[in-house]
């Protein structure tokens, strides 16, 4: 019994001594903003929007900041269009963890929030894709696929590009449906 005992102490301080470690290197290695942040840090700042959709170009403004410790890029924007106002919010952020671009995007088009990931890309700054519980979809039998292309390029511009992918067949084109292109104000 006593043998049982010390097994299960050392189990025990062996588990405690790898989750500190483990916190350790996750505290030191990937739980900060990282270089990736950095980058999008300059886009803190005032903007005008263009918001080009279904062949029409409808202007406002928008303001970003970091949130959350600086882990997390936030865009507020507001369009004007025929029907009223366009408002809405993008977050995007970069998971050290899966080396990947995290989007959370949320507009007065719904009472809902999407979320898309994906890599780095060499033609965008990333190139994510997610999917959306859309009960107009899956009446059809169908799955709403959509993306972000991220263009983080120049200093004083932005570009936030939506896209549907066409899954009703094995080509799975990508659509582009808006494009929201910031440029700074100040």
Do not use: H
Request: net charge negative; hydrophobic share 35%; with cysteine.
């Amino acid at each position: 019994m006593k043998s049982l005992k010390q097994s299960f102490f050392f189990t025990m301080c062996l588990f405690c001594w790898n989750i500190g470690t483990s916190r350790q290197v996750m505290t030191e290695d990937i739980s900060g903003p990282g270089p990736e942040l950095e980058r999008l840090s300059k886009y803190v700042d005032s903007w005008d929007v263009e918001l080009q959709m279904g062949g029409q170009t409808y202007s406002g403004t928008s303001s970003t900041k970091l949130i959350v410790g600086d882990r997390f890029l936030q865009a507020d924007f507001a369009v004007e269009n025929a029907s009223g106002n366009i408002e809405g919010i993008y977050i995007i952020g970069f998971d050290r963890r899966n080396e990947v671009y995290q989007v959370l995007g949320m507009d007065s088009f719904g009472t809902y929030f999407v979320s898309a990931t994906g890599p780095a890309s060499e033609e965008y700054t990333a190139k994510t894709y997610g999917k959306d519980n859309d009960p107009m979809m899956k009446k059809m039998g169908f799955e709403k696929e959509f993306g972000y292309n991220l263009l983080f390029k120049e200093d004083d511009k932005f570009v936030i590009e939506v896209f549907w992918i066409d899954n009703r067949t094995e080509a799975r084109t990508e659509i582009k449906a808006l494009e929201y292109v910031f440029t700074r104000t100040s």
